[in-house]
C-alpha cells in the first residue's frame, strides 16, 4: 500500500492560518490530479480542495475564498493554505489523488481550531 505523507497540522485560535503540505511518490503525484479531504470527528471524510496537473483548482463551498491548493511539481507535493479557520474546520486532513483511491490514504495531520 503506497502511502501519501502530510504534514503542518496543528492548534490554531478562530481567524488564524496554517499550511498543509503532502509529498507523494512522483509515480503518482506526475500523473494524478491531487486533492485535501478532511474527517471531522463523528462524520463522514469529506472533499475540500482539488488541482489538476495543470493547476486548475476546485474547492468545497465549505472553504472557497479561506484555502488556496497549489501544487510544486518539482518537489511532488501539494499544499493547502487555510485562513481565516473556523472552529468547524477541525478535523484530520488527508491528501489523495482525485478521485481518491482506497490504497493511497496515509496519516492525515490534525488541524484544531479553538480558542
Known amino acids: 500500500q503506497v502511502q501519501l505523507v502530510e504534514s503542518g497540522g496543528g492548534l490554531v485560535q478562530p481567524g488564524g492560518s496554517l499550511r498543509l503540505s503532502c509529498a507523494a511518490p512522483?509515480?503518482?503525484?506526475?500523473?494524478?490530479?491531487m486533492g485535501w479531504y478532511r474527517q471531522a470527528p463523528g462524520k463522514q471524510r469529506e472533499y475540500v480542495a482539488s488541482?489538476?496537473?495543470?493547476?486548475?483548482?476546485n474547492y468545497a463551498d465549505s472553504v472557497k475564498g479561506r484555502f488556496t491548493i497549489s501544487r510544486d511539481n518539482a518537489k511532488n507535493t501539494v499544499n493547502l493554505q487555510m485562513n481565516s479557520l473556523k472552529p468547524e474546520d477541525t478535523a484530520v486532513y488527508y491528501c489523495n489523488v482525485q478521485p481518491p483511491n482506497w490504497n493511497y490514504w496515509g496519516q492525515g495531520t490534525q488541524v484544531t481550531v479553538s480558542s
Open positions: 488541482i489538476t496537473r495543470r493547476g486548475r483548482t
Open positions: 512522483v509515480s503518482i503525484f506526475s500523473v494524478n490530479d
